[in-house]
């Protein structure tokens, strides 16, 4: 059987980073726990204090598909390169044909753009552009295929 798992991203800023990638990935705000009609009643419930509700945001896939996402706040700012990166298969991904994905993957970018990201680099193989490195509006990475 396999473990549940989320993907947990430390951020200055939990609620509007929840929101570019609700935006980035056509997630959603994660309802509250069974039983509660909200967080902050989930919260209230737990002990947890008044001034630390906002230091977290919660998406799932409204799908069911994909990971749940938590933005948690934290004091130090991002220094380094992520470890870690999403590929958004925006395009279909690579078994997708190029003229059909690179319009594609070309239409993301400006719609995240737009949003708060962008644009770190346009990757070529073979040639041609093959995927782009975006960075959030926080600095974290990621790719567009």
């Known amino acids: 059987m396999a ?3 989320t993907v947990t991203i430390d951020c200055a800023r939990p609620v509007e980073l929840a929101a570019f990638w609700a935006l980035a990935l056509g997630y959603a705000e994660r309802p509250p726990p069974a039983g509660f009609g909200s967080r902050q009643e989930w919260f ?3 002990g ?3 001034e630390e509700w906002d230091d977290g945001a919660y998406l799932s896939d409204p799908d069911g598909a994909g990971p749940d996402i938590s933005f948690l706040r934290v004091p ?8 870690l990166h999403l590929d958004l298969q925006v395009g ?3 078994e997708t044909p190029w003229a059909q994905r690179w319009p594609r ?3 993301a970018a400006e719609r995240l753009t737009a949003a708060g990201a ?7 193989l073979d040639g041609r552009p093959d995927h782009i490195v975006m960075a959030d509006p926080e600095g ?3 790719c567009l295929l």
């Open 3 to 5: 473990t549940r798992w």
């Open 44 to 46: 209230a419930r737990h």
């Open 48 to 50: 947890v204090p008044e």
């Open 76 to 83: 130090e700012p991002k220094v380094t390169k992520n470890r």
């Open 92 to 94: 279909g991904g690579r």
């Open 105 to 107: 993957v070309v239409a």
């Open 118 to 124: 962008s644009v770190i680099s346009e990757e070529v």
């Open 140 to 142: 974290n990475e990621f």
